[in-house]
C-alpha cells in the first residue's frame, strides 16, 4: 500500500535552527500525533509535507508523489489547517464554504452540511464574531468536507480554553472514527493527541526522538522504584533512559521494558519495589531527556 507520505533523511536549515536527518512514514489510514515544545520543528515539518517548504537533503513522498516536483498533484489530496489560517472576518461560514466548494471539485456538500450540524456552528454569522473554538471548528470543516485523503493539523488545540479544546477533540475524534483518513496531528500537549493517533512521533529540537504505536510505548516504557545500593553501570544499560537514586531509593526509567529486568536487577543487588506504567508525557520528557533517538 502506498503509505500516506514517508521523509526520507530529510534536513532542511535556517539560520538559528536544523531539521536534521528525519525519516518517517505514516502508513494509509493511520493516524499519527506530532508532539514537540514551541521550536521543536512541527510546521517546519508540516510545511515541507506540503511543498511549502523544500528540504535541503532527503526525499519527501506525499501520496505517491515525490516533492517538489510533483506537488501540485499532491496538494489536490492534502487537507492542511494550521493556526495562521485566516479566515475574512466580515464574511459568514457560508461565505467561506462556497469560496472553497469553487475551488476544490472534490467537495462534498452533503458532509459540509452535517459538520455545521456536528461541530453546532451557525453557518450565516460572520466568523470575526465567531469564538476561538468555533473559528477553529470552521477551517476543520474547511478542510475535512473537501475529503483529502491526507489531512495535516497543525497545532489544532492551541489556544483554545478547555473546554473549547474538548469539543474540538472530540469533534475531531468523532470525524476520525468515521474516516479512517489518514492524519498528521502536532501539538504541545501529549494528552491531546493521546485521544486520537494510532502512532505517537516526539520532535525535539529539529531531530526525531522516537516514534512508534501509541500503545507499544506504553508497553515498552516503565517506571522502577529499586531499593538498594546504585550499580556503577546501571545508566549504560541500553533499556535504561533514566536513573535517579535518593539515598538507598532508586528510581528507573526502563525504554524496552522486559519481564526479567527486575531479576537482572536483583541479581546486582537492587530490589524492584514496584513497577508502574508511564504517561506518555513521562515518556516524552525522559525520551528528550537521555536523548533516546528513534
Ligand atoms: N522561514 C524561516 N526562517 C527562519 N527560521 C525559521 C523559519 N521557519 C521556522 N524557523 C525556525 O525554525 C524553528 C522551528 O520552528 P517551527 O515553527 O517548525 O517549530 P514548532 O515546533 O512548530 O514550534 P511551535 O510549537 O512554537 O509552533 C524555530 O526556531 C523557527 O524560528
Redesign the pocket.
Known sequence: MTPAFSLAGISKH????SLRDVSLTLPEGQVMGLV??????????MRLLTGLAAPDAGEVTVLGHRLPGEQVAAKADIGYASEDMRLYRGQSLRWHIELVRRIYPGWDESYAAELVQRFDLRPDQAVGGFSHGQRVKSLLLLCLARRPRLLLL??PTTGLDPVARIEVLEALADVLRDERRSVLF?S?NTHDVEQLADTITF?HQ?RLVASADKHAFLENWRRLVCQGPLPADLADWPDIASVRANGSLVEIKARAWRDDLPARLSARGLQVQRTDPMSLEDIFITAVRSGAVA
Request: aromatic residues 10%; negative net charge; proline residues 5%.
Open positions: 535556517y539560520p538559528d535552527f514537540g515544545v514551541n521550536g521543536a520543528g512541527k510546521t517546519t515539518l497543525d497545532e502536532s504541545h520532535l529539529g
